[in-house]
């Protein structure tokens, strides 16, 4: 240990500040690591000895985090001159979001480690690009948002994870589709909250290049969903073209447009044909006017469950004990009177099978589910949260997904826009 004088403390400070400040200071690449290490010594601290042993930098800790401050901003400041091209923000490289015919580009799994921009706007993610169904969802859920387009329903939740998003507007269900089972394992395997619901009618429009006509088209290409809700009115229409599934519908219109595929038609919105100059060959193309998309809104943290307006609980879990257990669950939402408004079964991940007789190797095996449920209550109501309690006596596994307010806006056929 060397002491020093206080005189002789003060002026090495000034000295240590002097020489981190110069403009001349620069840190070299292999010098980018910050390291302050603050020891809280009671005796040094009144004695005004300046203690230099383990790298300790300040004789107090507000000398210590002066000292730290000079060092951070330094680094910051050398890896923003090291960047190349765009603007910086805690010095990583800011969401590059590069516009193709003034559309932004849907984030990828990279992006999810760039630092995300800051402002009152609140940021949602969707899955698709410019035009797609989800795009209008999310306006719809969240008026004057900046939406924010994603590749994968995956980078959807982990650009919410990540704060790069503040919420995600992803489809769980379709009236003529069904569920889309792909965002209901993810539901699981991420942890995020749903926080509301949106319910948004579609409308399907067939899209080709300006001056094609029908009899031209070879293929028709969009979302798998889409695909399947227009497969009577495509045949109705004479149209003898092989199908095949793409990533989005409005992806399928953006496809077309930089591509000109002139043998090709897209299944997507009317504001896609507008985005990406494509012309309405056929419109209102879904087997079904009523045909409605039901949309969940994902946040990192729950709301908080109320009892003046119609509620929805999600809940998810599963059971090792035969069908009786879930005679049992639905038994206790009946006994209190408790509405379900869907059930759904994914096979169990961990455990996707089971010996029918566990003493016996050469029995029949099942698989394991996982059971969704969605029924009409608030978890701030006690029939809810004793049936909650009841539940868990006799599963295995038990998470609520979320308790929000159902969606009460007026419904209406889909129709163009």
């Known amino acids: ?18 020489r981190l400040q110069s403009p001349n200071y620069r840190l070299g690449p292999s010098r980018l690591v910050v390291q302050c290490v603050y020891r809280s010594d009671t005796a040094n601290a009144t004695s005004g000895n300046f203690n230099l042993n383990g790298g300790g930098v300040g004789s107090t800790r507000a000398d210590w985090q002066s000292t730290c401050a000079i060092l951070a901003s330094k680094v910051v400041s050398q890896k923003q001159d090291t960047e190349k091209g765009g603007n910086a923000v805690n010095g990583h490289k800011t969401l590059d979001l590069v516009p193709i015919e003034n559309n932004p580009k849907p984030l990828t799994i990279t992006d999810l480690s760039r630092a995300p921009m800051h402002g009152a706007q609140l940021r949602v993610a969707y899955q698709g690009v410019p035009g797609a169904y989800s795009e209008a969802a999310a306006g719809k859920a969240y008026p004057n948002c900046e939406a924010i387009p994603c590749d994968q329903f995956e980078v959807a939740f982990q650009s919410v994870e990540l704060w790069i998003a503040d919420r995600a507007v ?15 394992d993810l539901l699981l395997r991420h942890r995020l909250h749903i926080v509301g619901e949106v319910q948004l009618p579609v409308h399907h429009c067939l899209l080709a290049l300006p001056g094609v006509r029908k009899e031209y088209l070879t293929r028709v290409i969009s979302h798998p969903q889409a695909l399947a809700q227009c497969e009577l009115t495509l045949t109705k229409l004479g149209l003898h073209v ?10 399928a219109a953006e496809f077309i447009a930089a591509n000109n595929l002139r043998d090709t038609a897209a299944i997507a919105s009317a504001r ?12 209102g193309i879904q087997d079904d006017s009523s045909n409605v998309t039901r949309f969940v809104m994902l946040a990192r943290e729950p709301i908080i469950p109320r009892t003046d307006r119609p509620f929805k609980t999600s809940i998810v879990f599963a059971h090792d004990k035969g069908t009786s257990t879930l005679f049992k669950v639905l038994s206790a939402f009946a006994f209190r009177d408790i509405s379900l408004t869907k059930i759904e079964s994914r096979p169990h991940r961990n455990c996707p ?45 038990l998470r609520v997904l979320g308790s929000y307010p159902m969606d009460m806006t007026p419904w209406c056929p889909s129709r163009g826009d």
């Open 353 to 397: 099978i089971r010996l029918v007789d566990e003493a016996n190797l050469g029995t029949a095996k099942h698989f394991e589910y996982m059971f969704y449920i969605d029924f009409e209550a608030s978890m701030a109501e006690v029939r809810a949260q004793n049936a909650l309690a009841e539940i868990q006596e006799f599963t295995s596994f």
């Open 170 to 184: 992803l489809p769980v269900e379709n009236s003529l589709g069904g569920s889309i089972h792909r965002n209901y």
């Open 1 to 18: 240990m060397q002491s020093l004088s206080p005189s002789s403390t003060t002026n090495l400070k000034s000295l240590i500040r002097t």
């Open 272 to 283: 896609a044909a507008g985005l990406y100059g494509l012309q309405i060959l056929a419109d």
């Open 242 to 251: 092989a199908r095949e599934a793409v990533d989005d519908t409005a992806g």
